[in-house]
């Protein structure tokens, strides 16, 4: 028995492929969000790589910021409850998690069955997101991919004080003009979204161990001063893109 759990956030679109509600056949990561060919194309991949067709799976369950939109799911689920199941399947110890997404950041606390205990999220500004680090890499013209790179090699890290996006990149770009070190103002910036994301977790309530999931996890920068600002280890969860479409392909399961 297979289900399909798709994850349509703002930016990207996941799948996995879960066969018999343990096993993970294939999953597929698309550069599209929603309102885009992003997510029909990461349904088709996961298809693919599965080698599976589509009356071959018993439930489709959608999640993600454009869940609504998927006409061929079978159902959708939330975002929280979904990371939730997804990165306690990889890691049960798991009892708080950190998602910055593009769009917004959430932190889910789970309870030793891995339920919902508690949930903050900001869905209002851009600081604290991955959007805002796409900004901020697009100012100093490098790859986001890179920022962790430049972070690690910081000596001094350049405090950026601005809580808004557009005030935060004209205190960039007025570094630069300076001629600040890039690294320096790279840890600045992974520090200010550490810093933004810290204060929610801390609103909902910090229990180890703590895991991040969605794309920002593949940032160390942001990693290590997350770990810096909430005083424990901030670990990151395997396939950390990926937690969203696998949480939602356990939920389809369990509606069997």
Not at 6 to 15: E, Q, R
Not at 38 to 58: C, N, R, Y
Not at 206 to 219: D, P, R, T
């Amino acid at each position: 028995m297979y289900t399909l759990g798709i994850d349509i956030g703002s930016t990207t679109s996941k799948c996995v492929v879960l066969k018999e509600g343990k096993e993970i056949v294939a999953k597929s990561l698309i550069p599209f969000g929603t309102g885009t060919k992003g997510p029909m194309q990461a349904f088709e991949a996961a298809l693919s790589e599965s080698g599976l067709k589509e009356e071959d799976i018993s439930f489709i369950m959608a999640t993600g910021y454009g869940r609504t939109t998927f006409e061929k799911m079978n159902g959708e689920m939330s975002e929280l409850s979904c990371h939730g199941k997804g990165v306690f399947f990889h890691h049960p110890d798991c009892r708080t998690i950190i998602d910055i997404g593009g769009q917004d950041a959430k932190v889910i606390t789970l309870s030793s069955g891995g339920a919902i205990s508690n949930f903050v999220m900001n869905d209002k500004c851009a600081a604290g997101t991955g959007r805002f680090l796409d900004v901020m890499a697009g100012i100093l013209m490098i790859g986001v991919e890179d920022l962790e790179t430049f972070a690690l090699q910081s000596t001094s890290p350049i405090s950026i004080s601005s809580t808004c996006t557009v005030f935060a990149e004209s205190e960039v770009i007025s570094q630069l003009s300076k001629d600040a070190d890039k690294n320096d103002l790279v840890a600045g910036i992974c520090n200010s979204v550490a810093s933004r994301v810290a204060a929610l977790a801390k609103r909902a309530g910090i229990k180890e161990a703590v895991y991040m999931s969605g794309g920002v996890a593949q940032n160390g920068g942001v990693r290590t001063a997350l770990s810096r600002e909430l005083g424990c280890e901030v670990h990151f969860a395997t396939d950390a893109q990926y937690m969203g479409a696998l949480g939602a392909a356990i939920a389809g399961y369990e509606k069997l």
